[in-house]
């Protein structure tokens, strides 16, 4: 059964820079479409970024386009959350799912999965992610 690991936060102060990354193991991240998602003490869980099955297709949150990027080695069977520009309202627990759908096409399968707007398959405990001077 394929388990996703989160590992790579921290505390930065703003204007930092991270990046996060996502291990699977017990089955491939191949063929899955994968995301990162986050969420802060009080709120609501956004999807942050994610990426196609084919990795033909992204997706980002209007509060992260053009600061984050999300990257796939499909060699390590590993994802990453490349972060830059750090804010204090980027503070939030850091996790990342998979979506095994097959039944859209990339680009509106990304926003789908982003917005939640299904049930995902299998999501990582979380890394925390703090923004602070």
């Not at 059964?1 to 191949?30: I, K, M, N």
Request: hydrophobic content about 30%.
């Amino acid at each position: 059964q394929l388990q996703l690991v989160e590992s790579g936060g921290g505390v930065v102060q703003p204007g930092g820079s991270l990046s996060l990354s996502c291990t699977a193991s017990g089955s491939t991240l191949d063929y899955r479409a994968i995301g990162w998602f986050r969420q802060a003490p009080g709120k609501e869980r956004e999807g942050v970024s994610c990426i196609s099955r084919s990795d033909s297709a992204s997706y980002y949150a209007d509060s992260v386009k053009g600061r984050f990027t999300i990257d796939r080695d499909f060699a390590k069977n590993m994802v990453y959350l490349h972060m830059r520009d750090l804010q204090p309202e980027d503070t939030a627990t850091y996790s990342c799912a998979i979506d095994n759908s097959n039944d859209m096409v990339p680009f509106l399968a990304v926003r789908r999965m982003c917005r939640m707007t299904r049930p995902l398959d299998s999501w990582g405990q979380g890394t925390q992610v703090t923004v602070s001077s």
